[in-house]
């Protein structure tokens, strides 16, 4: 019997990713437009689905219920990060999370899930309840960090070369016509390159750097104690290793990257100034959409 989910609530833009991400996970999929939970003899769901666009005293009702807030996963969006202090929910997924990112989430709850069964039957120990500790912090697919530690780990970068009055460069790397490159290899094989380019990354940089996937098609690296011209090398060293992917994996047509490269300007030391700089440098000609710090 596949797991159950129950929405409740959502909109469509915050659905859509849900179905896709439930349908390729084989999990039944319940709704129910209104914000409340229907009666556990009509539906009783491994997980529920909500929003931080619900009225927060409603939120706040479902999370005082240990039975809701127990299954209880919350779309965060951008400006909504605070309510998770009160409401500590039982996992989140933030609303600008690509479709590997979601079906990552849901997997990671039902782990979760499943430990908590043990832990009830006294086979482990409790972990550390901190409700930071349900967020994922690596891509499933290559291992490498993900968005949310990339930001965090840029902020606190950031706060440090201010602090000391020390260089500091993002470099963001894109891969050109992903879903194109996607559709010609198919789903596994893709995955297989997308390690690959991240190795290729993880050996191209220092112990100090450090490398997430950002998006999909995205990769950014911070590189501390670095100015724009030894950022240039490592620039350059990534872009001569990434020239004969295209032979390797029989695509045809060259596999191309675009790169965004931007230092620290003590004029503008924000992180929303630096990620701006690095997406200006990208290559417009390739680049099909914006990447604003908020969708990172």
């Given at each position: 019997m596949s797991s159950s989910i129950l929405f409740i609530g959502l909109q469509e833009d915050e659905s859509t990713l849900l179905r896709e991400a439930c349908s390729l996970?084989?999990?039944?999929?319940?709704?129910?437009?209104?914000?409340?939970?229907?009666p556990r003899d009509q539906v009783d769901p491994d997980l529920v689905i909500l929003s931080t666009r619900t009225p927060q005293e409603t939120l706040s009702d479902f999370a005082s219920q240990d039975q809701l807030r127990s299954r209880m996963l919350?779309?965060?969006?951008?400006?909504?990060?605070?309510?998770?202090?009160?409401?500590a929910?039982?996992?989140?997924?933030?609303a600008r999370s690509s479709l590997d990112e979601i079906r990552y989430r849901l997997r990671d709850a039902f782990q979760?899930?499943?430990?908590?069964?043990?832990?009830?039957l006294g086979l482990l120990q409790q972990r550390d309840g901190s409700v930071w500790d349900m967020l994922p912090s690596?891509?499933?697919?290559?291992?490498?960090?993900?968005?949310?530690?990339?930001?965090?780990?840029?902020?606190?970068?950031?706060?440090?070369?201010?602090?000391?009055?020390?260089?500091?460069?993002?470099?963001l790397a894109r891969i050109n016509d992903y879903e194109d490159v996607r559709q010609r290899l198919g789903d596994e094989l893709?995955?297989?390159?997308?390690?690959?380019?991240a190795g290729i990354l993880e050996v191209s940089i220092r112990e100090a750097d450090f490398l997430a996937r950002i998006r999909?098609?995205?990769?950014?690296?911070?590189?501390?104690?670095?100015?724009?011209?030894?950022?240039?090398?490592v620039r350059e060293r990534v872009q001569k290793r990434f020239e004969h992917l295209h032979i390797q994996w029989e695509l045809g047509d060259p596999l191309s990257f675009s790169y965004g490269l931007a230092a620290l300007d003590p004029e503008d030391s924000s992180m929303e100034g630096l990620l701006a700089n690095a997406q200006s440098a990208l290559d417009t000609t390739s680049i099909a959409e914006p990447v604003p710090h908020d969708s990172l």
């Open positions: 996970e084989d999990y039944t999929v319940e709704e129910v437009s209104n914000v409340v939970m229907p919350l779309i965060v969006h951008e400006p909504d990060w605070e309510i998770l202090q009160d409401v929910p039982f996992g989140v997924i933030a979760r899930k499943g430990e908590q069964l043990i832990r009830r690596t891509d499933w697919v290559t291992g490498l960090n993900n968005r949310m530690r990339f930001l965090q780990e840029l902020e606190k970068n950031i706060s440090r070369s201010k602090r000391y009055n020390r260089p500091l460069c993002c470099l893709m995955d297989d390159l997308l390690e690959e380019i999909d098609d995205l990769f950014g690296l911070i590189l501390p104690e670095t100015d724009k011209e030894n950022a240039h090398v």
